[in-house]
């Protein structure tokens, strides 16, 4: 599968809870963004990432949310302490090349629940 | 920073019919601009996508148009299929993010 893999694709955490939710690009893409939906919302941009390095990170909470793109394997973001508020969709995409007017492509995402 | 609407929130067609969403954005900055469809359980597959130097773009049973000067961009689907239903997402991009809509719902009724 070529495509952009999310795991896991459902996450089921306890109030206070870390949730780690991981990303591989496509082949050939070292760019990576993470999104959130809420239920009936569109997209929310979070993060943008590239190998090492994070490019933008205007959308993301102040608190309790990191996101990183190691040199080997997958990027993950992390979310500490998680409340109710944090249960949504959380979908992955990636560029080949680098700008936000290149073609994204997703992930089929991971279902964060928090109980 | 950017703004984009989109409309209908829902929409229901015949098979075999036409289906029309819109959306408007506010920076006039903004030069790319995909449309996303995605069905339930799944991430948005990009399905076409413009940049601000062209009017429109055509590919099989999907086109999108581009109005620079109006600030609007619209996706039209011909020829029905119920595959089609999904909801349609667009987004608009300026020099340093996405900005999506807040989805079109969209039911092909055989």
């Known amino acids: 599968n070529a495509g952009v893999m999310q795991n896991p694709r459902h996450l089921v955490r306890r109030r206070g809870q870390e949730a780690r939710l991981r990303c591989s690009p496509m082949?050939?893409?070292?760019?990576v963004y993470w999104y959130r939906q809420l239920p009936e919302e569109g997209l929310k941009f979070m993060v943008y990432?590239?190998?090492?390095?994070?490019?933008?990170e205007s959308g993301m909470p102040k608190e309790r949310f990191s996101a990183e793109f190691p040199k080997e394997g997958p990027s993950i973001l992390r979310i500490q302490q998680v409340v109710r508020g944090d249960s949504a969709a959380y979908f992955c995409?990636?560029?080949?090349?680098?700008?936000?007017?290149?073609?994204?492509?997703f992930g089929d995402g991971t279902r964060l629940s928090i109980l | 920073g950017e703004n984009v609407e989109q409309h209908p929130s829902t929409l229901s067609v015949q098979e075999g019919d036409s289906a029309v969403i819109k959306c408007t954005y506010s920076?006039?900055?903004?030069?790319?601009f995909p449309w996303y469809k995605q069905e339930l359980g799944k991430g948005p597959q990009l399905i076409i996508d413009?940049?601000?130097?062209?009017g429109e773009k055509k590919d099989q049973r999907i086109a999108v148009t581009l109005n620079k000067t109006a600030k609007h961009f619209s996706l039209h689907i011909t020829e029905t299929q119920p595959e089609d239903s999904a909801v349609y997402f667009c987004?608009?991009?300026?020099?340093?993010?996405?900005?999506f809509g807040t989805g079109t719902s969209l039911t092909v009724i055989p």
């Open positions: 920076d006039s900055a903004s030069n790319y």
């Open positions: 995409a990636s560029s080949r090349l680098q700008g936000w007017n290149q073609p994204q492509h």
């Open positions: 987004a608009a991009i300026t020099g340093n993010q996405f900005y």
């Open positions: 082949k050939g893409h070292s760019h």
């Open positions: 990432l590239q190998k090492e390095n994070i490019i933008d």
């Open positions: 413009i940049r601000s130097n062209v």
